[in-house]
């Protein structure tokens, strides 16, 4: 095996406006939106612990302190449920909590664009390859996907990012790799283009919101210009490394959900209720009733 330095830290960018979840993110950030019974932030946080990740570093901004307070001990919450004996609540809040001094907050002053947001980790994350995931997309899958993409990074090393296949019409929405020779559970990407004019995709797969990326993108995003909807973006900082060092995809064939979408959203809480032993029987009776009536 080669020896590539270790990702410990991940970042997790919950600075975004999510105007397309208005009114609910007035005063809600979408990250704490639940799926089921859990704030999605959670899925993404239990994923990274999944692969390995050992610091959490979250870039908020104005009206995400609730998401500081989640990752918190909550002394009046606790003292009431152990007054109460309500020993598998309480169990249940201290698995969540990160041990003390691995979760690092930092802010992201304006929303300027997720390469933006990015880059205000960079003093936090220093001089290591990290992992960024995207928050309002969580993944079901047998294996998680950032587990599956820290196994390929002891293959391949240098940057690594999770894309899946999407239907050739609908690759214009996404940002979209160019394949190279295989590589272990995935392939090289010898170039990437955002948002492909319909027909012109170099091929169908999409970047799903995970990454392992080397500590040199911080840099490009330093002096990076705004590009698309007048935001800095993280794609065009990728577009100018994958000149300098390799890229790696790693072919994800799980189950995505954009929760900052509303029939994502919605998706997502079915397919998991649907995974949930306890609330499976009902749900799914439920669901059947209506699909029934649909027709
Ligand atoms: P999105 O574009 O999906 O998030 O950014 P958004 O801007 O919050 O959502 P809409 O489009 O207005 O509904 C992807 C991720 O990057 C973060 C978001 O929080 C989201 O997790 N982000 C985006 C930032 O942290 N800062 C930004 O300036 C932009």
Redesign the pocket.
């Known amino acids: 095996m080669v020896g590539h330095a270790r990702v410990k830290k991940a970042v ?10 208005l009114p609910a ?1 007035k005063a809600v950030p ?2 704490m939106m639940t799926v089921v019974d859990k704030p999605v932030i959670q899925y993404v946080v239990d994923e990274a612990i999944e692969a390995g990740v050992e610091h959490f570093v979250f ?1 908020t ?1 104005r009206g995400k302190g609730v998401i500081e307070d989640y990752f918190d001990i909550q002394y009046e919450l606790e003292a009431t449920l152990k007054a109460r004996n309500k020993k598998a609540e309480l169990s249940l809040l201290e698995s969540i909590l990160p041990k003390a001094g691995t979760a690092s907050f930092t802010r ?1 002053q ?5 390469g ?2 990015v880059w205000c980790a960079r003093d936090i994350v220093g001089q290591e390859p990290f992992a960024l995931l ?3 997309m969580i993944m079901k899958s047998e294996k998680g996907c950032l587990k599956g993409m820290m196994e390929l990074y002891e293959v391949a090393g240098g940057n690594v990012i999770a894309v899946e296949e999407c239907a050739p019409e609908l690759a214009h929405r996404y940002g979209i790799v160019a394949t190279g020779e295989a590589v272990g559970e995935g392939f090289r990407i010898t170039d990437m283009v955002e948002k492909p004019a319909p027909g012109t995709q170099p091929s169908n797969f999409f970047i799903n ?1 995970r990454y392992i990326l080397q500590p040199e993108i911080f840099e490009i995003l330093e002096t990076q210009e705004r590009g698309a909807g007048n ?1 800095i973006q993280l794609t065009d900082g990728m577009l100018k490394l994958v000149k300098q060092q390799s890229f790696t995809g790693y072919h994800y064939r799980g189950a995505t959900y954009d929760t ?1 979408a509303k029939d994502g959203f919605i998706m997502a809480n079915i397919a998991f209720a649907l995974s949930r032993d306890d609330i499976r029987p009902l749900v799914e009776a439920d669901l059947k009733a209506l699909v029934a009536a649909l027709k």
Not at 110 to 114: F, I, N, S, V
């Open positions: 997790f960018p919950v600075a975004g406006l999510g105007t397309r979840f993110t979408k990250e870039v901004g992201q304006e929303p300027l664009g997720l933006h947001a995207l928050p309002d919101g935001e900052g």
